[in-house]
């Protein structure tokens, strides 16, 4: 059995708990606190890390992991870095500067997102359209990131299964082109979440 570890990171209330809980088939383990923070209105924010998994088709197994949303607990971004097959970046655009948010992952996991696979899934974009996706294009190419972009509404379970069949399909891609068979991820995903019912993952 093959173990993949797949990352999700983005700001403190981005999603990163709800979309692990979206499509995990074990409960959660979640480090979520009280939040006393006043800067973000939420009941609770995630201290540690966020962990779920998914069995695939032929048994392998999907390992998620958010990381703690505040850039306090960056350190470890590294740690959990190692070994992953890629990141999923989330983006609450009703943020103050949503542009910057996305500066400061492609930063602190360049590493990552060089050597294996990202995708940029932007939030609550239906209430607060600006930054269009556009405006965020432009940044990943300044960045010189190359990876898909989209909204997301990390409650819609079906839209978090997108950002990882996306993940999962670039990290087959870039196996192929560097000569190594593919091991059918994407496929694999597919098959093994199309019963999924929202609310039984
Ligand atoms: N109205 C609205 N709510 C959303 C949308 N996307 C996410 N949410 C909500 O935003 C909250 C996100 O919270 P979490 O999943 O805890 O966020 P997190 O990224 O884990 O945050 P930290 O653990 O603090 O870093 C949840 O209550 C979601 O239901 C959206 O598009 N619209
Ligand atoms: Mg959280």
Sequence with gaps: MNEYKL??????GAGKTTAIAAISEITPV???VKNNDASFAKATTTVGLDYGELTLDNGDKLRLYGTPGQPRFSFMWRILSQGALGLVVLIDNSRPDPLADLAVYLEGFRGLIDEAACVI???????????????????LQAAGVL???????????????????L?????????V?????????????GR????????QA
């Design 147 to 165: 990876c898909p972009l989209l909204p997301v509404d990390v409650r819609e379970q079906r839209e978090v299964l997108v950002l990882m069949d």
């Design 30 to 32: 979640r480090t979520e």
């Design 121 to 139: 899934g932007v939030g609550r974009m239906e209430t607060h359209p600006q930054p269009g996706l556009d405006a965020y294009a432009e940044a």
């Design 7 to 12: 990352l999700l990171t983005g700001t403190t």
């Design 167 to 175: 993940l999962l399909t670039q990290f087959e891609s870039k196996a």
């Design 192 to 199: 093994a979440t199309a019963a999924l019912q929202p609310g």
């Design 177 to 189: 082109a560097d000569g190594i068979p593919g091991a059918d991820l994407a496929g694999q995903f």
